[in-house]
């Protein structure tokens, strides 16, 4: 198995991936050079474009999903391979070259002087870098507002899918996590379950090839489905 690390405070970089061929080995280079200290999985959730391959020729630490099983399963895949495999931290970073690794040590240094359970990569607190899609954003807004309403807390960047968390959450999300779309509702729940989030500012970048999980009409099914999955959250 490719990186094994000496760090005492073990930090995981989970890096889910359904046809990223494009861009995961870039993916991958990027926190080998900008993070090295970090240990990383792939979970290739069934790709067909020659990922599993890609990984697969370069040696790269990966786990392959039988079936496409979407972004939820995939992640709590890796949370699973954290809580399996002792680490003390692990971090979401997506396949597809939109999150900068250069963050990750500074991600990681404020979970651990700190007292949050998870912190979020938030490319809305300089306004830094690419700031996704008009609509979109006006999506994030109604989340950021949804959230605080349920619990009190601002998160100015809820759909980021750049976030840490401590041994505590790994155990929690390897036992249960949301199929798709999770980030919002899993905010929620850390929330409610007493912990708290912080945010620090990051630059994002565009997505380097391929497109988008949420087309058009999954975007109206994203903003009826999240939006009652945080609700439910926060109630139970």
């Given at each position: 198995?490719?990186?094994?690390?000496?760090?005492?405070?073990?930090?995981?970089?989970?890096?889910?991936?359904?046809?990223e061929a494009g861009a995961i080995l870039n993916t991958v280079r990027d926190i080998e050079k900008n993070a090295p200290s970090f240990d990383y999985v792939?979970?290739?959730?069934?790709?067909?474009?020659?990922?599993?391959?890609?990984?697969?020729?370069?040696?790269?630490?990966?786990?392959?999903?039988?079936?496409?099983?979407?972004?939820?399963?995939?992640?709590?895949?890796?949370?699973?391979?954290?809580?399996?495999?002792?680490?003390?931290?692990?971090?979401?970073?997506?396949?597809?070259?939109?999150h900068d690794a250069a963050f990750l040590e500074e991600m990681a240094s404020a979970l651990y002087e700190s007292d949050a359970g998870m912190v979020i990569?938030?490319?809305?607190?300089?306004?830094?870098?690419?700031?996704?899609?008009?609509?979109?954003?006006?999506?994030?807004?109604?989340?950021?507002?949804?959230?605080?309403?349920?619990?009190?807390?601002?998160?100015?960047?809820?759909?980021?899918?750049?976030?840490?968390?401590?041994?505590?959450?790994?155990?929690?999300?390897?036992?249960?996590?949301?199929?798709?779309?999770?980030?919002?509702?899993?905010?929620?729940?850390?929330?409610?379950?007493?912990?708290?989030?912080?945010?620090?500012?990051?630059?994002?970048?565009?997505?380097?090839?391929?497109?988008?999980?949420?087309?058009?009409?999954?975007?109206?099914?994203?903003?009826?489905?999240?939006?009652?999955?945080?609700?439910?959250?926060?109630?139970?």
């Open positions: 198995m490719k990186h094994v690390s000496s760090d005492r405070r073990k930090c995981l970089v989970i890096i889910p991936a359904f046809n792939v979970i290739n959730d069934n790709s067909f474009d020659g990922t599993r391959e890609i990984l697969e020729e370069n040696s790269i630490n990966h786990v392959d999903l039988p079936i496409n099983s979407g972004i939820g399963a995939a992640v709590q895949t890796g949370y699973l391979y954290a809580s399996r495999y002792g680490y003390t931290a692990a971090i979401q970073v997506d396949g597809d070259g939109q990569g938030s490319r809305f607190i300089e306004k830094d870098g690419f700031q996704s899609t008009g609509l979109r954003r006006v999506g994030i807004r109604f989340f950021t507002g949804l959230i605080k309403l349920l619990t009190g807390a601002k998160v100015t960047d809820p759909t980021s899918g750049m976030r840490i968390v401590g041994k505590d959450i790994i155990d929690i999300f390897a036992f249960d996590y949301p199929k798709d779309y999770p980030e919002p509702e899993t905010a929620v729940v850390i929330l409610k379950k007493g912990y708290k989030i912080k945010e620090i500012p990051v630059k994002m970048k565009k997505r380097e090839t391929g497109k988008s999980s949420i087309s058009p009409i999954r975007s109206i099914y994203y903003m009826v489905k999240v939006p009652l999955a945080c609700i439910l959250a926060a109630w139970g």
